[in-house]
């Protein structure tokens, strides 16, 4: 594991402890569990994903540092694009703030 990606797991891990103020970026590391296509007004198309943290038990595995720092959650998203994702592949997902 590289000292980048370490970085941010322990900002992740600060950003759930509370201890900043102003949420830096924040990398997870998840896996697509389905996707769904459902049909929408006008004859379109859209796709419903599901993705869950990765995990690893193998502690020189880079998704074990992930699920150290993110061991819970469920990211729901719909798209109107075809095939964003792949069930089963694993996507990095950055956090940063809007504002």
Same mark, same amino acid.
Not at 31 to 45: F, N, P, Q, V, Y
Not at 81 to 86: A, V
């Given at each position: 594991?590289?000292?980048?990606?370490?970085?941010?797991?322990?900002?992740?891990?600060? &950003? %759930? @402890?509370? /201890?900043?103020? =102003?949420?830096? &970026?924040?990398?997870?590391?998840? #896996?697509? !569990?389905?996707?769904?296509?459902? #049909? &929408?007004?006008?004859?379109?198309?859209?796709?419903?994903?599901?993705? @869950?943290? =990765?995990?690893?038990?193998?502690?020189? %595995?880079? @998704?074990?540092?992930?699920?150290?720092?993110?061991?819970?959650? !469920? !990211?729901?998203? @719909?798209? =109107?694009? /075809? /095939?964003?994702?792949? =069930?089963?592949?694993?996507?990095? &997902?950055?956090?940063?703030?809007?504002?």
């Amino acid at each position: 594991m590289n000292e980048e990606l370490e970085a941010m797991s322990r900002t992740c891990v600060a &950003i %759930h @402890n509370r /201890q900043e103020s =102003v949420m830096p &970026i924040c990398r997870a590391k998840f #896996t697509c !569990l389905s996707a769904a296509e459902t #049909t &929408i007004g006008g004859g379109k198309s859209s796709w419903s994903y599901r993705f @869950n943290p =990765v995990y690893s038990s193998d502690p020189a %595995h880079e @998704n074990k540092k992930f699920w150290d720092a993110t061991p819970g959650g !469920l !990211l729901e998203m @719909n798209s =109107v694009r /075809q /095939q964003s994702f792949t =069930v089963g592949a694993e996507y990095y &997902i950055d956090f940063t703030p809007a504002s």
